[in-house]
């Protein structure tokens, strides 16, 4: 790790710095290419393409948004929360992405983005992150155990990808800080 000032959070990038800052629209190109690379992978979402910009941004919670950047200033990977839901007894539970640019994979950007969701919806008296992963994404589910997410369950053939029956494994982490 290293030391970091500003904003942002550093993280080993191949020997170089990786600086943690709130995503916004001035990251919006960077963040869905990643986003569609992702999709293009086949075992990150059902999603079939990116959205645009407006759509992405109003659908993630503003305080809980961030990006990973390498040394030059260019988009390493990204983490945004959701709401599950509007009723009041959901108001601390988020749902989160992360995906990470292929070429910036294995340098610990991923954990680091997840470290800073963790703080800042702890920040804000959220209790649970959850997400729903591919069992074939093994990187991911690896990353979110060492991360203290738990396995609930396997939703079986939960959602058809390009024809085919997928499952999803939920993950959820409970804050041990926030009653």
């Known amino acids: 790790m290293i030391p970091a ?10 020997g170089a710095a990786a600086l943690i800052v709130p ?17 293009e992978e ?14 992405f941004d109003a659908a993630k919670l503003p305080g809980h948004r961030f990006v990973a950047l390498g040394a030059d200033g260019s988009v390493l990977g ?3 929360a959701t709401k599950v839901s509007d009723r009041c007894a959901y108001a601390g ?5 992360v995906y990470v640019h292929a070429e910036a994979r294995g340098r610990g950007v991923a ?11 702890e920040a804000a008296g959220i209790w649970t992150i959850q997400s729903g992963i591919f ?3 093994t990187a991911s589910l690896a990353l979110h155990e ?3 997410f738990r396995v609930l369950g396997v939703r079986e053939r939960i959602g058809k990808q390009h024809g085919r029956w997928r499952d999803v494994v939920l993950v959820e982490r409970r804050s041990p800080r926030v009653d």
Do not use: C, M
């Open 42 to 55: 086949g075992n990150a979402t059902f999603e079939t393409s990116a959205p645009g910009w407006q759509a």
């Open 111 to 121: 954990a680091t983005l997840l470290k800073a969701l963790i703080d800042s919806t």
């Open 78 to 80: 990204w983490i945004a």
């Open 146 to 148: 060492r991360a203290g």
């Open 93 to 97: 539970v988020v749902e989160h992405s």
């Open 135 to 137: 069992p074939e994404n």
């Open 5 to 14: 000032g500003g904003d942002g959070r550093a993280v080993a990038d191949g």
């Open 23 to 39: 995503l916004t629209a001035e990251h919006a190109e960077q963040v869905l290419a990643i986003y569609q690379a992702g999709i």
